[in-house]
């Protein structure tokens, strides 16, 4: 199994299981062992799925303003949670590679490992609910077929990332690439760096 057919299961799983109740409140139950990459990939997709439907319920025209706010903040603690976890993901690469040594003229990638495994999570949730959109009996057979085809083209991408995300890792494996992590650094979330929060203090 290559890594990114281990990362659709895991993912596939974890959108699975959040819909059981799906509930932003449902308590995570991972089932993989805590110091395992598993564990980690469970948690990303799920933090995915809940801060999916916090961004549909936000958008709600009608939701009261003062509920809205508490949840855009929810939203925020839920992008810097997915933002550490990626980071932790790569440092797992890190690790993993940490023997191999970098060919003379090994080439450095435009995104690191984790970054691109985050795009491959959202695209298994935008297929489960691109699927879900293909089977509404509420909705016109025009929205069905629109959505069909829409489907089709984030399995192909899903296909495509996947594959280039296993050729990625070959390159580094073999010395042709080499990773480097850089942290975030959200500017917004630290009260030393965002304007509003320290001119305030």
């Known amino acids: ?17 959040y819909h059981v109740k ?16 598993e564990n980690r990939l469970y948690l990303k997709c799920w933090i995915d799925c809940v801060q999916w439907h916090m961004e549909d319920i936000i958008r709600d025209p009608h939701i009261n303003p ?13 992008n810097q949670d997915r933002t550490d976890l990626v980071e932790q993901i790569d440092s797992w690469f890190r690790q993993h590679f940490s023997d191999v040594t970098p060919l003379p003229d090994a080439r450095l990638n435009t ?13 298994a949730l935008k ?35 996947s594959l280039a995300i296993d050729q990625l890792l070959e390159d580094i494996k073999e010395g042709k ?21 320290y001119q305030k203090k």
């Not at 199994?1 to 299981?17: G, R, V």
């Open 111 to 123: 995104e690191s490992p984790a970054w691109a495994v985050d795009r491959l999570s959202i695209l």
């Open 1 to 17: 199994m290559s890594f990114t057919q281990k990362c659709n299961e895991i993912f596939n799983k974890a959108i699975e299981d």
């Open 177 to 197: 690439k080499y990773m480097k992590v850089y942290r975030q650094m959200k500017m917004y979330n630290d009260p030393s760096t965002n304007p509003i929060l």
């Open 22 to 37: 799906d509930n932003i409140d449902t308590p995570i139950s991972n089932p993989y062992s805590h110091d395992t990459i």
């Open 66 to 78: 003062q509920e809205g706010m508490q949840l855009k903040h929810r939203i925020d603690r839920s």
């Open 127 to 161: 297929i489960y609910h691109m699927k879900e959109q293909t089977e509404r009996q509420d909705a016109t057979p025009e929205h069905r077929e629109l959505c069909k085809g829409k489907l089709n083209v984030l399995l192909e991408q899903q296909k495509d990332l």
